[in-house]
């Protein structure tokens, strides 16, 4: 058997796979540095970070957070369109990877969900319990097409809070009896399944920068408790079968950050000409 069906069979047999070192260090290491340059506009300039690992600059961003949540959000919102991000999502390796496992050509991939997370230690308002993302993604009636990548943009420990998956869980199908739960008004709205976790093997994912897990759409996941004193960077994309018969096309909206536009217009910028889009 080929190294290519060896790990698309462990991928279909368990839901998952890691593959270990796939993404390039230094492209890991720069959209580290995007982050971190970006959050001088947030947090001044008078104390110079040594990287994402500094600990003064977990300090100050939990600290935004707490004092200044509506900054610390325009921060999050900052971030999301790095073209560090994109670099990572269409890197050769990943894609090759993802044919190799979904036996798809890069022609015929389709992705969304692409966001980098920050989990701050003890946030328990923004931790996903146990869900499936084809509940969120709906590109692909059968969550077994295409897949999701989970990629740590720092070192994942146990404090930090491993991400969990129920092993051969996928094997259920898609459960689309879910919870929506929605822990606060400005709060995206989760979905949560209703389960026995107990029946299946629990992975908790030991993996660093230059690692991804991939797991199938239909896989019973959920966040890990962050007991650090650290944020928590990982970095998703979702993947979707674009040559399906029941592709559900899409197209993105933008949604500009209303308190971005807010500080401008207290510092005498003219935004009348910004277009808002309404939910």
């Known amino acids: 058997m080929s190294l290519n069906n060896s790990e698309r069979k462990y991928f279909n047999v368990n839901g998952y796979k890691i593959a270990k070192k796939l993404i390039d260090k230094k492209k890991i290491s720069q959209i580290q540095k995007a982050i971190v340059n970006r959050s001088k506009i947030y947090l001044g300039d008078k104390i110079r970070f040594k990287s994402i690992t500094d600990p003064r600059f977990h300090k100050s961003l939990i600290k935004l957070k707490k004092n200044n949540p509506k900054k610390f959000g325009s921060f999050y919102d900052s971030v999301q369109k790095s073209l560090e991000l994109y670099s990572i999502v269409t890197d050769k390796k990943l894609i090759s990877k993802i044919c190799k496992i979904t036996n798809l050509k890069p022609e015929n991939l389709s992705f969304n969900g692409e966001n980098i997370r920050m989990d701050l230690p003890y946030d328990e308002l923004h931790k996903l319990s146990w869900h499936q993302d084809r509940s969120y993604y709906f590109q692909n009636r059968d969550g077994n097409r295409g897949l999701v990548c989970w990629i740590p943009l720092i070192n994942i420990t146990k404090k930090l809070g491993r991400l969990m998956a129920c092993k051969k869980s996928h094997k259920l199908g898609f459960i689309?009896?879910?919870?929506?739960?929605?822990?606060?008004?400005?709060?995206?709205?989760?979905?949560?399944?209703?389960?026995?976790?107990?029946?299946?093997?629990?992975?908790?994912?030991?993996?660093?920068?230059?690692?991804?897990?991939?797991?199938?759409?239909?896989?019973?996941?959920?966040?890990?408790?962050?007991?650090?004193?650290?944020?928590?960077?990982?970095?998703?994309?979702?993947?979707?079968?674009?040559?399906?018969?029941?592709?559900?096309?899409f197209r993105y909206r933008i949604f500009y950050n209303l308190d971005d536009i807010k500080l401008m217009k207290k510092k005498g910028v003219d935004v009348s000409d910004i277009e808002l889009s309404s939910n």
């Open 176 to 249: 689309s009896k879910y919870k929506k739960i929605r822990k606060g008004s400005k709060f995206s709205t989760q979905r949560k399944i209703d389960f026995n976790s107990k029946k299946f093997e629990i992975e908790n994912f030991a993996v660093n920068c230059g690692d991804v897990i991939l797991l199938n759409k239909n896989t019973i996941h959920a966040s890990g408790s962050n007991e650090s004193d650290f944020i928590r960077f990982s970095l998703q994309v979702r993947v979707h079968d674009l040559m399906d018969p029941n592709y559900l096309s």
